[in-house]
């Protein structure tokens, strides 16, 4: 699996050592810490999404969503910030560190994969909490990834050689491409999801209003909950 994030099969300059035993440990020592942060996280965000609705959920409850949904920024930029020095950084300084060389390649997918969370989190905390789509697209992307990473590190270690390990493998890479399958339908509904946010911040403002509010509310990331005078604030409504 290394091999295909850009870890060498051969000695190179960078890694003298090709992908060595302790790369492999690190790797997979980091997939366990993104399993746990991703199951941490979501489960935070459980009691609001058992509660159905903002304003019936207890305020505990909203309060462990607002830390689970921050607490998925904050490993972000501190996954971020560690594969930057990883790549960069000089070996002495990672040997300090106790951290291992990644290849370059890390730092475009680390910033796809974290630039999501990074960029929405915190603006629509502020301003759409309230949205029930948007409470349940974190806790869905969370557990969907932690399930599939968890089970790939389980799966890493079997014998396919052995027929009962080997069915193993199979049955977890079938349950693994569900939501990647599923790619297509989650594109559906991040777009519906979308679509009845604006929906709900035009209706808000009247027929008059401008659908661009929602981003640019958004963008002025006011700390005011959504309401029909807030709705109503940006430019041009």
């Known amino acids: 699996m290394l091999y295909n994030f850009g870890f060498p099969k051969e000695p190179t300059e960078a890694f003298p050592e090709a992908t060595s035993d302790a790369i492999v440990l690190e790797g997979w020592s980091n997939i366990i810490a993104h399993v746990a942060a991703h199951f941490i996280c979501g489960g935070l965000m459980l009691p609001v999404i058992l509660a159905g609705d903002w304003s019936t959920a207890t305020p505990r409850a909203r309060e462990l969503f607002v830390l689970g949904s921050l607490g998925d920024v904050g490993f972000d930029c501190y996954h971020g910030l560690k594969i930057m020095c990883a790549v960069y950084a000089g070996q002495p300084m990672l040997e300090r560190l106790g951290w291992e060389r990644v290849p370059p390649i890390m730092v475009p997918l680390t910033i796809l994969h974290h630039s999501l969370a990074i960029a929405m989190v915190i603006p629509m905390n502020a301003n759409y909490i309230e949205l029930a789509d948007y409470r349940m697209t974190c806790f869905s992307l969370l557990f969907a990834a932690a399930l599939c990473f968890s ?59 401008r659908p661009s509010t929602a981003c640019w509310r958004i963008l002025r990331m006011r700390a005011t909950p959504p309401s029909t005078a807030a709705a109503c604030s940006a430019p041009g409504s």
């Open 151 to 209: 089970l790939n590190s389980y799966k890493m270690t079997l014998d396919v050689t052995q027929r009962g390990q080997f069915v193993a493998f199979k049955a977890i890479l079938v349950i693994q491409v569900g939501p990647s399958v599923g790619g297509a339908e989650d594109f559906y509904h991040w777009f519906m999801r979308a679509r009845r946010s604006r929906r709900s911040s035009t209706r808000a403002c009247g027929s008059g209003s």
